[in-house]
């Protein structure tokens, strides 16, 4: 049985993973520039709530580059992985293998992310269940006999 319905959602979900991580690297590159952070820093002051609040515009750039590197690690590791489910459905060698590792990948981009990254969890997911419940083709070989069948002469 092919498993190619899996196999493409599989593959969506992790070109979705992969332009994640750009994105966020990015974006990180954006907060690293010197002069990229001045301004936010200067908008942020400017903003009475922030002022009121009394939050440091300085904690707020530093918190946004630490949550850059915690997603994009739980990111990587839904992104390998789903390569290696992708690898294990390949020829319909271990399915059950691959709709395990389709879960747990789920639920590490799902819960490590707070469902930011809910396309490549969803993906996952339907892939993950179709790995489990789909089963494979029992066709009834019409040469075989049984015991209680009379032999043609």
Same mark, same amino acid.
């Given at each position: 049985?092919?498993?190619?319905?899996?196999?493409?959602?599989?593959?969506?979900?992790?070109?979705?993973?992969?332009?994640?991580?750009?994105?966020?690297?990015?974006?990180?590159?954006?907060?690293? *520039?010197?002069?990229?952070?001045?301004?936010?820093?200067?908008?942020?002051?400017?903003?009475?709530?922030?002022?009121?609040?009394?939050?440091?515009?300085?904690?707020?750039? *530093?918190?946004?580059?630490?949550?850059?590197?915690?997603?994009?690690?739980?990111?990587?590791?839904?992104?390998?992985?789903?390569?290696?489910?992708?690898?294990?459905?390949?020829?319909?060698?271990?399915?059950?293998?691959?709709?395990?590792?389709?879960?747990?990948?789920?639920?590490?981009?799902?819960?490590?992310?707070?469902?930011?990254?809910?396309?490549?969890?969803?993906?996952?997911?339907?892939?993950?269940?179709?790995?489990?419940?789909?089963?494979?083709?029992?066709?009834?070989?019409?040469?075989?006999?049984? *015991?209680?069948?009379?032999?043609?002469?």
């Amino acid at each position: 049985m092919k498993r190619t319905a899996e196999g493409v959602m599989t593959i969506i979900g992790i070109i979705v993973n992969v332009l994640m991580i750009i994105g966020v690297f990015l974006i990180g590159a954006l907060f690293n *520039d010197p002069a990229m952070q001045a301004e936010f820093e200067r908008e942020l002051q400017n903003d009475p709530a922030m002022a009121d609040a009394g939050i440091d515009p300085t904690m707020i750039t *530093d918190m946004f580059a630490g949550l850059g590197l915690y997603f994009n690690v739980v990111v990587i590791i839904s992104t390998i992985l789903s390569i290696i489910a992708l690898f294990a459905m390949k020829r319909n060698k271990k399915p059950k293998l691959a709709g395990g590792l389709l879960i747990a990948s789920t639920l590490v981009v799902a819960v490590g992310t707070v469902l930011l990254g809910w396309l490549p969890a969803l993906l996952f997911l339907i892939a993950g269940i179709m790995c489990f419940v789909r089963k494979p083709k029992v066709v009834e070989d019409p040469y075989q006999r049984t *015991d209680d069948e009379m032999r043609p002469l």
